[in-house]
Structures are given as structure tokens and as C-alpha cells.
């Protein structure tokens, strides 16, 4: 299963020829429906729509359609309709000039000074008359479907650059966490003895007398204890664990965005760890090119589905 961004745009346009005439052999309005899609990343489904008033009945169905396909992302749908003569001016029909004069005496009985209707007036409205007896749905549908079609198909390919950026990250901290690994036995064993130098020199028997035994074995205890919290390898096991369940979701694809964000807090929290326990410039160098990957990392997640 492929990788989804929540990123992605759609357009698509359908004409449909309709008769503006009633009996009478008159010009054909050729009205353009067009359909855009835009989605970007968000925590959960959010649709909204901007439709025209002859397209507001299909929004149920518009939604219905968009949720079976789409988990999350903020979606905006836009519909529009625009009518066009393909013969030049559309002549009105004897029916709509008869109520276009029955409104106008109509409105002069009430408003003697209204200004009367001009002929561009006319053909204006009779250019927008036709196309609202239409039922666009089932045509709606249809558009809906196709510019799905493609809005998946363009957040598929998004998704895949973001899964090549991920494993790419994914390799550069496996190469980071190979580093670290074999610092640590050495690094312990520096800070041992590096603690049981500093007791001696608190007792004040640098001159070569023996250390009590009692007091020895307190300064190998606490030298013990050191050594255990500023040992980091736990913290790289789990940055490994992490990594792992990072590619096979990876690998697995399909609705991961959530996960994948939870895993990149985790990997942050064992590298920031890493950089509170280090007691080495070289560990803190890594520390912190780990956290420069992660927080790269956790920016494309977020536009992952």
C-alpha cells in the first residue's frame, strides 16, 4: 500500500450542451461545469465547500463521496458553472419575455420610477435562465469522482517523495546511532576512573598510601552509579526499535500519519536523552545531529495521511 501526502490539488471541467428555447429552432448554450480540489495536512477531515446555488443540493452527496475516499487533511471544493453561446447571442423565448414583461409591470405598479428593462438586460437574463432548470448532480458525481481520482493519484506521488525523504533520514540516524555505539564502553570506563581520581584526591592520599578498604569500595559504588547514568546505551536500543517500526510502517503505507508522529516524539526523546547523559563532546555532537534529523523528520510527517 502506497504512502499518502494529505497535499494535493485536482481540476476538472465537463461542458454540457443546453437547449435555451422552448419549440422554437434558437441558438444552444454551452454551460462549462468545473470542479477544484485543493487538500493540505490537518489533524483530522475537514471538508468544506464553496458551491454555486444551482450545485448546493449535492453537497450531501459531494461529502459522502470525498469521505469514503479521504481520512484526513483540511479539503476545500470548489464548483462553478459558466455559460457560454456557442452560436453568439442567445435569443430569448416568447415564454420568458412574457414573464420578463409581466415582473416589469409588476414592479413599475409599485416603483413608477424604476428604469425600464434594456435590451442587454434581457439577453442577460435570458442567458442565465437556462442552465438553473438543469439537475447538475448526477454530472457533479461523476466530476467528483474524476478529480478524486486525480487529487489521490497527486498526493500518491507527494507521499512517495516523503517516504524516500524518510528512509533517507531514517539511514542517516542508523549511521549516527553506529557512532555512538562503540564510545560508550569506553567512555564509561574514562568516567570510572576518572571518578575514582577525584576521590583519592578528596581523601588526600595522592602521596601513595593505601585508600581504607571501607572507602574504596564506597568510591567504586558511587563510580558505578555514574558510569550507569551516563551510559546511553539503552537509549540507542530503543533509537533502533524506533527505527525499525518507523520503516515497516513505511513499508506497509496506507493511513500511518498518526503513528509515524508518535515515533518521531519517541526518537526525540531518546536523542534529547542522549545529549542530558552525554559526558563526551562526541556524544553531544551526535546528540544534536540526530535532533537536526528528527525535527526534519517531524516536519514532512506532519503531511502525511
Known amino acids: ?19 435555451a428555447t422552448d419549440s422554437e429552432p434558437k441558438p444552444i448554450l454551452n454551460t462549462r461545469l468545473g470542479l477544484e480540489i485543493r487538500s493540505v495536512n490537518s489533524r483530522f477531515l475537514d471538508l468544506s465547500f464553496r458551491l454555486p446555488d444551482e450545485l448546493r443540493a449535492c453537497e450531501p452527496a459531494l461529502r459522502e463521496r470525498l469521505t469514503t475516499r479521504l481520512k484526513r487533511g483540511k479539503v476545500e471544493v470548489r464548483a462553478a458553472l459558466e455559460s457560454n453561446n456557442a452560436g453568439g447571442v442567445a435569443e430569448p423565448s416568447v415564454r420568458l419575455l412574457q414573464r420578463l414583461n409581466s415582473i416589469q409591470d409588476n414592479v413599475k405598479a409599485w416603483l413608477p420610477s424604476a428604469t425600464a428593462l434594456s435590451v442587454a438586460d434581457v439577453i442577460r437574463l435570458s ?13 457533479l ?5 474524476t478529480a478524486l481520482e486525480a487529487l ?7 507521499g512517495a517523495r516523503l517516504a524516500i525523504m524518510l528512509q533517507d533520514r531514517i539511514t542517516q540516524l ?5 557512532l555512538a555505539q562503540p564510545l560508550i564502553p569506553k567512555l564509561v ?24 578498604e571501607a572507602a574504596q569500595d564506597r568510591a567504586l559504588t558511587e563510580a558505578t552509579a555514574f558510569a550507569i547514568r551516563i551510559d546511553v546505551a539503552e537509549e540507542l536500543t530503543r533509537l533502533d526499535s ?39 563532546l562526541e556524544l553531544t555532537h551526535i546528540s ?18
Do not use: C
Not at 458525481?141 to 469522482?145: H, Q, R, V
Not at 571518578?195 to 585508600?211: I, K, N, Y
Open 242 to 280: 524506533h527505527l525499525d517500526e518507523l520503516q515497516r510502517l513505511i513499508s506497509k503505507g496506507g493511513e500511518i500519519g498518526k503513528r509515524l508522529d508518535f515515533l518521531i516524539q519517541e526518537l526525540h526523546r531518546e536523542a534529547n536523552t542522549m545529549g542530558s547523559k552525554s559526558a563526551a
Open 141 to 145: 458525481i461523476a466530476l467528483t469522482d
Open 127 to 139: 442567458g442565465s435562465d437556462a442552465p438553473s432548470t438543469k439537475d447538475w448532480q448526477a454530472d
Open 288 to 305: 544534536v545531529d540526530m535532533k537536526v534529523l528528527i525535527e526534519q523528520m517531524r516536519e514532512q510527517v506532519q503531511n502525511i495521511e
Open 152 to 158: 489521490m493519484a497527486a498526493r500518491e506521488r507527494e
Open 174 to 178: 542508523r549511521a549516527l546511532a553506529a
Open 189 to 212: 570506563a574514562q568516567q570510572r576512573q576518572r571518578f575514582m581520581d577525584r576521590w583519592q584526591e578528596a581523601m588526600g592520599l595522592t602521596d601513595g598510601s593505601h585508600v581504607p
Open 1 to 19: 500500500m502506497s504512502v499518502y501526502s494529505m497535499t494535493g490539488y485536482a481540476s476538472v471541467q465537463h461542458s454540457n450542451a443546453i437547449d
